[in-house]
T-cell receptor, first 118, second 113 residues
Framework: DGGITQSPKYLFRKEGQNVTLSCEQNLNHDAMYWYRQDPGQGLRLIYYSQIVNDFQKGDIAEGYSVSREKKESFPLTVTSAQKNPTAFYLC?????????????????FGAGTRLSVL | QKEVEQNSGPLSVPEGAIASLNCTYSDRGSQSFFWYRQYSGKSPELIMFIYSNGDKEDGRFTAQLNKASQYVSLLIRDSQPSDSATYLCAVRSPSGGYNKLIFGAGTRLAVHP
């Protein structure tokens, strides 16, 4: 069953703690993305990766870190430097991330991880 | 000015009616446009994408794109209570050369029996 798996579904962070959100895909997609969604707001891009061992900052990267050691995996770490981490975190992937129009650039989403602060 | 703007709603329509959801964008160079549906507490799922001016139909859904006026809309015919959700408009920005999507805040649709 192909798809994007995010875990855990719910996560609680203590003050000063780093936490890591998992994102795994078996769609053989090259590009992966992390978004943050706050209530009543659209999705904001945190980081993205176009290929293995390469990733770029999005619009709100401060306080977050990522790695892309395998094509299938793109974990996100929410560090203690992120002072307002409570949000819904969404991982997405697409076949490619180039300029071509059409289906190759469609982003598909995992089920999300809801992070709260204790 | 926000890059992608949507009316937050709620847009309330009776069952069987046509729901019309609108989205405007600021970057005239935008190339591809996506509509996602998001149920409460769930992740977005793709409804349609469009990149040519005009209409694109898929079942009960029709996406309309007018690049000159910089708006894209989604029509839902024969609306059902199961269509009640937040609809996110996403616009692909040409900046940076990668597949960056700019999302609107979404329009909440409520279809009542």
């Amino acid at each position: 069953d192909g798809g994007i798996t995010q875990s855990p579904k719910y996560l609680f962070r203590k003050e000063g703690q780093n936490v890591t959100l998992s994102c795994e895909q078996n769609l053989n997609h090259d590009a992966m993305y992390w978004y943050r969604q706050d209530p009543g707001q659209g999705l904001r891009l945190i980081y993205y990766s176009q290929i293995v061992n390469d990733f770029q900052k999005g619009d709100i990267a401060e306080g977050y870190s990522v790695s892309r050691e395998k094509k299938e995996s793109f974990p996100l770490t929410v560090t203690s430097a992120q002072k307002n981490p409570t949000a819904f975190y969404l991982c997405a992937s697409s076949i490619s991330s180039g300029r071509a129009l059409g289906g190759k650039n469609i982003q598909y989403f995992g089920a999300g991880t809801r992070l709260s602060v204790l | 000015q926000k890059e992608v703007e949507q009316n937050s709603g709620p847009l309330s329509v009776p069952e069987g009616a046509i729901a019309s959801l609108n989205c405007t964008y600021s970057d005239r160079g935008s190339q591809s446009f996506f509509w996602y549906r998001q149920y409460s507490g769930k992740s977005p799922e793709l409804i349609m994408f469009i990149y040519s001016n005009g209409d694109k139909e898929d079942g009960r859904f029709t996406a309309q794109l007018n690049k000159a006026s910089q708006y894209v809309s989604l029509l839902i015919r024969d609306s059902q209570p199961s269509d009640s959700a937040t609809y996110l408009c996403a616009v692909r920005s040409p900046s940076g050369g990668y597949n960056k999507l700019i999302f609107g805040a979404g329009t909440r649709l409520a279809v009542h029996p």
